[in-house]
């Protein structure tokens, strides 16, 4: 069930909305009649991977040397 409360009504009532939240109820919170925002549980952020190196996201070592002197004129350097 959703509810939805301007927000003063928030402010005076936040303790019990964040309750509400937690507990599974979707909470909007309108500004002067127009809903704003919605209260959500934080969510912990996952931890990432390396998406753009193939295989294992071993990095050769041949990615750190210089440029060729032909490459790196074609970047204008």
Do not use: C, H
Not at 5 to 24: R, Y
Not at 39 to 52: A, C, D, I, N, T
Request: glycine share 8%.
């Amino acid at each position: 069930m959703t509810k939805t409360l301007n927000m003063q009504a928030a402010k005076t009532n936040l303790s019990k909305l964040v309750q509400e939240a937690l507990a599974g109820e979707e909470i909007i919170i309108a500004n002067r009649g127009v809903p704003a925002v919605r209260l959500v549980p934080y969510e912990k952020p996952r931890k990432r991977e390396l998406g753009f190196v193939p295989g294992n996201g071993d990095i050769p070592s041949s990615f750190f040397e210089p440029l060729p002197e032909e490459e790196l004129q074609l970047w204008g350097l």
